[in-house]
């Protein structure tokens, strides 16, 4: 790269990804709190062909997804006292293009339904935090019937 004199304020920050055999991640940008902004992550979630990720869930944290390249299948599920109820979304970065708002407290999957890496956007109102963040494996008894029905 070539360097020019000058004072724009501009800079690059290199980052690696977050590996992770089901697909990488890779922040863009993370803020504290209180900054006026409407975020606190920015990141690229990368899900391989014909993989699932799931079942994620946060206690605090919303996710506003966007799919980058590829196609995806989400599927949300909110447990209440006495009912169990889902919804099943799919985006892609065509004409299924928007962005996906997951509030806390609903366990989602990600499922790739495309022959390519699908690489989503997620912007999340908190910075991560590992003790609000929880999962249940792919399996997951009372949840497995969907993945049967939707992840494929």
């Known amino acids: 790269m070539k360097k020019l004199v000058g004072g724009?304020?501009?800079?690059?920050?290199?980052?690696q990804p977050i590996i992770n055999p089901l697909g990488n991640l890779r922040h863009i940008v993370k803020s504290e709190l209180g900054k006026g902004l409407p975020f606190s992550e920015i990141y690229f979630s990368e899900v391989q062909p014909k993989t699932i990720k799931a079942w994620k869930y946060h206690t605090k944290q919303s996710q506003n997804i966007s799919v980058a390249f590829g196609?995806?299948?989400?599927?949300?599920i909110k447990k209440n006292s006495d009912e169990t109820v889902f919804e099943v979304f799919e985006l892609n970065s065509?004409?299924?293009?928007?962005?996906?708002?997951?509030?806390?407290?609903?366990?989602?999957?990600?499922?790739?339904?495309s022959e390519i890496p699908t690489i989503l956007l997620n912007a999340?109102?908190?910075?991560?935090?590992?003790?609000?963040?929880?999962?249940?494996?792919l399996e997951y008894p009372e949840f497995a019937s969907l993945i049967f029905e939707f992840g494929s």
């Open 8 to 15: 724009t304020g501009a800079s690059f920050l290199a980052k």
């Open 124 to 137: 999340t109102d908190l910075p991560y935090n590992s003790e609000e963040n929880l999962s249940l494996p």
């Open 71 to 76: 196609r995806i299948r989400i599927v949300c």
């Open 94 to 113: 065509e004409e299924l293009y928007g962005i996906l708002t997951i509030p806390a407290g609903i366990y989602y999957s990600l499922i790739n339904v």
